[in-house]
């Protein structure tokens, strides 16, 4: 157990629809990164939070959108959904805001889009 | 660009074999790091080890060790005496200056008893 929560572990949803994918850091941890893993382009990093403020970009489409709140939990959101965002997605912890640190990953959460 | 190859799509191997995967990346930075994780057919990520690239010394951990060669830009990791737990599906992934960690594709890992 990494100590990292992702909820839900599952999500079923329709094309068009929004969903939000919530994840707890580690007790202590004050950076957060969100990962994408599809068949298509396989482990994605998508954005990273430090603190409450965004710190780096990657992949991610102008449809997600992700934030930190002060208590340190961060949540994804992803809109206007298509059969092509389903997908594992992951959040990962680290104490430090360089990635250079390892990071924890959560269990992931499960999104299908039908 | 930063990119990581992992040209071992799939192995199977037999308990107790060794096993090499093979990792080879891309990048222009002259910091970077070096990640391998592992994913078992529970899903989560494990991290097993990271190296930067001032680091070229090799490492052992228990039956896993890391060969990290910057004149080939690659950073392989050794399964030695190999057992069923070891099945999974291993990343290496490559972070550099744009914070961005870039993940390979992939090396599905069988070990058969």
């Known amino acids: 157990d990494s100590g990292v929560t992702q909820t839900p572990k599952h999500l079923i949803t329709a094309t068009g629809q929004r969903v939000t994918l919530r994840c707890s850091p580690r007790?202590?941890?004050?950076?957060v990164y969100w990962y994408q893993q599809s068949l298509d382009q396989g482990l994605q990093f998508l954005i990273q939070?430090?603190?409450?403020?965004?710190?780096a970009k990657g992949n991610i489409l102008e449809r997600f959108s992700a934030q930190q709140f002060p208590d340190l939990h961060s949540e994804l959101n992803l809109s206007s959904l298509e059969l092509g965002d389903s997908a594992l997605y992951f959040c990962?912890?680290?104490?430090?805001?360089?990635?250079?640190?390892?990071?924890?990953f959560g269990p992931g959460t499960r999104l299908t889009v039908t | 660009a930063q990119k990581v190859t992992q040209a071992q799509t799939e192995i199977s191997v037999v308990e107790k074999e060794d096993v090499t995967l093979d990792c080879v990346y891309e990048?222009?930075?002259?910091?970077?790091?070096l990640f391998w994780y592992k994913q078992p057919p529970s899903g989560e990520l494990v991290f097993l080890i990271r190296?930067?690239?001032?680091?070229?010394q090799n490492e052992i951990s228990g039956r896993y060790s890391w060969n990290f060669q910057k004149s080939t830009s690659s950073f392989n990791f050794t399964i030695t005496a190999s057992q069923v737990v070891d099945s999974a599906v291993y990343f290496c992934?490559?972070?550099?200056?744009?914070?961005?960690?870039?993940f390979g594709a992939g090396t599905r890992l069988t070990v058969k008893p």
């Open positions: 990962a912890s680290s104490v430090v805001p360089e990635g250079v640190h390892e990071q924890y």
């Open positions: 007790s202590g941890d004050l950076s």
């Open positions: 190296r930067n690239s001032f680091d070229e």
């Open positions: 939070y430090y603190n409450g403020e965004e710190r």
């Open positions: 990048t222009r930075d002259t910091t970077y790091y």
């Open positions: 992934a490559l972070f550099g200056d744009n914070n961005d960690m870039r």
